[in-house]
């Protein structure tokens, strides 16, 4: 039985996961300490934590995983430890920009944004802390990722995916195979034009 299943996008998530794992005592289910890069790479998106780690494509046992934030939620309670959360370059800009207040109190500046605030999925309580320097908060700027796509025999845009045997194949954008801008190209071929993933997706 599993005791945490994460869903990872980025390589630099795959690693934070493997640090915190490694920490706590657990290895590799063949006794590997290493972050094993060329997984990721790939298409590994998965990880398991059992008495030991392994790793996965897909979700192929439809267990119940979570997201790489919410697993670092999860450490932020357990450790204490600062908080990240991923937001769009422009958001990110935003927030310096309330955050430096040039001109104007912090409490003006936070008055004068209060809608842009709001329209934040973070939750306004973490907002408020960063912008007051609390340093248990930190924003970063979510990396951009690419994915595949083409138009099918009939005419539907499908994206490609990592099936449960690690093979590519064809399927929805909810599972969709995700990568950075220099790793997607290894994956292209003439069929499958590349295209930015909306961030928040």
Do not use: C
């Not at 790793?55 to 204490?80: G, R």
């Not at 605030?117 to 973490?126: C, L, Q, T, V, Y």
């Not at 994956?187 to 499958?192: D, Q």
Request: glycine share 6%; proline share 3%; hydrophobic share 35%.
């Amino acid at each position: 039985m599993t005791k945490t299943v994460v869903h990872v996008t980025t390589l630099e998530q795959w690693k934070t996961v493997l640090d915190v794992w490694f920490k706590q005592g657990y290895i590799w289910f063949d006794g590997d300490k290493g972050y094993l890069e060329d997984i990721f790479k790939n298409g590994g998106r998965y990880l398991f934590l059992y008495d030991y780690i392994t790793w996965s494509a897909s979700n192929y046992n439809y267990e119940p995983f979570i997201e790489y934030s919410e697993f670092m939620a999860q450490q932020k309670e357990d450790n204490k430890m600062a908080m990240v959360y991923e937001v769009s370059q422009s958001v990110f800009d935003e927030l310096q920009r309330i955050k430096a207040h040039e001109g104007i109190s912090l409490i003006g500046a936070i008055t004068l944004n209060a809608q842009l605030i709001k329209s934040i999925e973070i939750g306004n309580k973490a907002i408020l802390r960063y912008l007051a320097d609390d340093p248990s908060i930190e924003f970063k700027v979510k990396e951009q990722l690419y994915r595949l796509s083409r138009i099918d025999d009939a005419g539907d845009k499908v994206y490609m995916r990592i099936n449960g045997f690690g093979t590519p194949d064809w399927g929805g954008t909810s599972d969709a195979f995700t990568a950075t801008r220099e790793e997607i190209p290894r994956w292209t071929n003439p069929a499958w034009e590349i295209e930015k993933v909306p961030h928040g997706k």
